[in-house]
Nanobody
Framework: HVQLVESGGGSVQAGGSLRLSCVVS????????MGWFRQAPGKEREGVAR????????DYADAVKGRFTISQDKAKFTVNLQMNSLKPEDTAMYYC???????????????????WGQGTQVTVS
């Protein structure tokens, strides 16, 4: 079965950095749009960044452009999110998600991700 396991969350001061990782198993990794989402208390879940594992084409939400970097390690079936210059408004539960097999990110809406991890908490003070 599909498993997405996130790690790397924690607490940092504003201006600091964190690196999140998501290990993917149970699917053919090389043809998915993989995304990072976040949900703050009382707010809707929002897409942060996504990468098409086949081509490395990347897309970011405006709120994180220039601060966050999504990347992948194909050999380890892992998607990473490097978060720099963190702000208190970045505080949220962060989730890794996988889209639809064979569908690139430009053909996938943020609402069409099918597989989800359990999340990892990021707190910025």
């Amino acid at each position: 079965h599909v498993q997405l396991v996130e790690s790397g969350g924690g607490s940092v001061q504003a201006g600091g950095s964190l690196r999140l990782s998501c290990v993917v198993s149970g699917v053919y990794y090389y043809n998915f749009c993989m995304g990072w989402f976040r949900q703050a208390p009382g707010k809707e879940r929002e897409g942060v960044a996504r990468i098409y594992t086949r081509s490395d084409i990347i897309d970011y939400a405006d709120a994180v452009k220039g601060r966050f970097t999504i990347s992948q390690d194909k050999a380890k079936f892992t998607v990473n999110l490097q978060m720099n210059s963190l702000k208190p408004e970045d505080t949220a539960m962060y989730y890794c998600a996988a889209g639809v097999f064979g569908r690139s990110c430009d053909r996938l809406s943020w609402g069409d991700f099918r597989y989800w991890g359990q999340g990892t908490q990021v707190t910025v003070s």
